[in-house]
Antibody, heavy 121, light 107 residues
């Protein structure tokens, strides 16, 4: 069974750094893109970016370019989403997703369980 | 980026009602359109893929249609467990983009 298991909820202060993780299992981790989706409290779903763990090719949606860093460690089948300096507006649920298909037409399935990030002073 | 305009943003309906939600793409996306259901505190669940194909295990009261720029999700007879927020997603070109969501509430 294909599974994505994300790291646990985080509570951070503005200005702190953070790295959350997403571990894939049940499939060839290096053969599928992994994406990240943000959902702010009470709001909709936003695509943040995507990485191909096989060669670390990474693309960002324009709204998130420069705001976050996506990376992967294929040796442990884990993708990461990180911030160097959190803001209160980064408070959200973050989902990782496996992308079935190529980068242009692939669709997200399955989804991780989500990581809630709360940034508050 | 392709913009997905979903309507309505919210609606009230009764059990047994027929419900239709629409998504319009800012440019043609062929049939690269999926529909997701999200309940509070839960992970989005895919209902429909390729515009009209029903995900395995999803009740047949859900159906999707459309191609190009206009798409619809229909629930033929709304059930209590269907009260949720629904999102469309285009994956014809990168980045994938979601509609803003439709919250279906109990009348």
């Amino acid at each position: 069974e294909v599974q994505l298991v994300q790291s646990g909820a985080e509570v951070k202060k503005p200005g702190e750094s953070l790295k959350i993780s997403c571990k894939g299992s049940g499939y060839s981790f290096t053969s599928y893109w992994i994406g990240w989706v943000r959902q702010m409290p009470g709001k909709g779903l936003e695509w943040m970016g995507i990485i191909y763990p096989g060669d670390s090719d990474t693309r960002y949606s324009p709204s998130f370019q420069g705001q976050v860093t996506i990376s992967a460690d294929k040796s442990i089948s884990t993708a990461y989403l990180q911030w160097s300096s959190l803001k209160a507006s980064d408070t959200a649920m973050y989902y990782c997703v496996m992308v079935r298909g190529d980068i242009l037409t692939g669709y997200p399935d399955p989804w991780g369980q989500g990581t809630l990030v709360t940034v508050s002073s | 980026d392709i913009q997905m305009t979903q309507s309505p943003s919210a609606m009230s309906a009764s059990v047994g009602d027929r419900v239709t939600i629409t998504c319009r793409a800012s440019q043609g996306i062929s049939n690269y359109l999926a529909w997701f259901q999200q309940k509070p505190g839960k992970v989005p669940k895919r209902l429909i893929y390729a515009s009209s194909s029903l995900q395995s295990g999803v009740p047949s009261r859900f159906s999707g249609s459309g191609s190009g720029t206009e798409f619809t999700l229909t629930i033929s007879s709304l059930q209590p467990e269907d009260f949720a927020t629904y999102y469309c997603l285009q994956h014809n070109s990168y980045p994938p983009t979601f509609g803003q969501g439709t919250k279906v509430e109990i009348k």
